[in-house]
């Protein structure tokens, strides 16, 4: 049974070595110079909150300008396209997986009547499909998870730099940040192995290759939209905390309207932490959105700087409520999430098992 | 000796129809069974169920002795060539004979490889490229070459012209000569079993209108003619399965264990053909019937 998974899927298993090879060439061949920007850069030299100014212009340098206002001459500027596409490839691999492994591995059989040749030779259907879903599923966790790894390999100077506070570029996602937090740790593992079954329990419903890829494509974006969305923040119950205006590195204060924005980012005290919402709040701890007006005067007597209508703020006891999950949940959230999609992807397989030994013809 | 299939009641509903209800069956080993029936009539699904492709709805089945598919070892026992013979097409035919050992302890691989050869196949194409008979041929050497003792074939020739359904089932039974196993083989068309099957099985509208050896079912009914008279007088155990008059004269084909003895009737044999067709159109004329009450009630 061995030999007939491997015969009927070694194409797949080439174009996905392939899409792997293609990968690892283009990062070692990036890598390398990416490091050396980075310990060219003060990042590893420097002390606590002395970092946020070398983080940040590293992340720009990246992203194509730097602060100084330098523009790359050195191509240093695609590095953030590079880092864009490794999460998108890691972010669709398990969709393709599910697509093109999944759907077709069941369905395929069922539309060309091939299950009847499998299923009356000396084998039981259990042990057929069971052979084929363990090897084809490995496949597809090992493919996502290589994929992955090494692309944390080569953005380690950017989680680094992110890490130490940087920010204010769009390279700069912390690590729950949706894309990033998708795309490393364990969780590639769970969409994976998720994807597949889902692709395999959509052929055997549908018994159709298309329409059952179709299905899997939709119920997996879906997920994939909601999990982040509606889900994930409420994984485990969020720490709540009431800190002074300067621990964010970006409060925006229209003047016009005299309004108070919080942009829930860079977060000084917890900068690889998760903002999931934060507010203007009095001495009380009740929610203003008013800049009162002595500070409004600071604002129109036109000599008045931000940090000074902070201050201003900061006397009238106006300080930022946040709500927010630590950093040091990472990896309770990456476990949980891994496996609540490998819980699903077992349920899955096992309703494959029983309707493939029960109901089908 | 166990039966080759056993039925008891035998019955498969999908959604509200039944394709097959209230099949008993007892199909002794040794013969070459032929299973015949319109279009529709329920036979791949009873082939279905014998090779444990479908659960039944209702009633038990056996085959040879044990539950269809319930493992490895039951699966050995029973090959199986499904409607339309389906091969691999991506594989080529020696990838489906390697298939064949890597799937099946008992493989023949002797077996497999001389019939191969003495049909012409090259072992590189791929099967996507074969003819029908040869896809048919292909499928028949996996069945074989496992070595089963009941072979189930489902319309193997349907989809062959006249010449190759004739080197087919030629084909078939030398090897069934060679290993002297069981065989059950379903058609629409009597004329392709008659010449090889020994026991016969009639399946109209779901159900089994009758089942024998040959020889017994040929002995058992006649062809009787005489002067124009009503059925229903016919003496008790002579079953009336066909009746055709003319002003002075009535045919009548009758099953009965028991001698003809009325010296009005001149008896004839009847050929296979005859009697199932005769058997298909006493089913026909009784759907009609039933489907006029349905409508007045």
Redesign the interface.
Known sequence: ?I??TW??SHLKAASAAVVLAAFAVLLAVTGPHLASLYAGSKIGSCQGSDCGGPADDFLQQLYGSSLSGASSVDGTGTYWLLYLLGIVIILMAPAVIGIFWGAPLIAGELE??????A???????T?WLAVKLTLTGLAAMGVTETLSLMQAWWATPISRAVGRGGCCSPIAMNQFSPLVFATHGITPLGYAVFAFALGVTAGVLVRRAVPAMALTLAVFAVLQVVMPLWVRPHLFPPDHTITTLSSFAAINVPIERGTLTVIPDGFDSQPEGWVLSSGAVNTSGKPVSAVPAACMQVMQSGKASHPALLDCLDSHGIGIAVTYQPASRYWAFQWTETAIYVAFALALVGYCFWRIR???? | MTAVIETEGLGKRYRRLWALSDCTLSIPAGFVVGLVGPNGAGKTTLLNLATGMLAPTAGTIEVLGGRPAAGPAQLARVGYLAQHAPVYAGLSVADHLRLGAHLNPGWDAETARSRIERLDLSLGQKAGTLSGGQCAQLALTLAVAKRPEVLILDEPVSSLDPLARREFLQDLMEAVAEDGLSVVLSSHLISDLERVCDYLIVLVASRVLVAGPVEELLATHHLLSGPRRDPATLPAGQHVISASHTDRQTTLLVRTSDEILDPAWTAAEVGLEDLVLAYMNQAAGRGRHNHHLEVRT
């Open positions: 049974m030999w007939l015969r009927q060309a009547g091939t299950h009847y040749l299923w009356n030779q000396s084998i039981t259907r042990r029960r109901r089908l013809s």
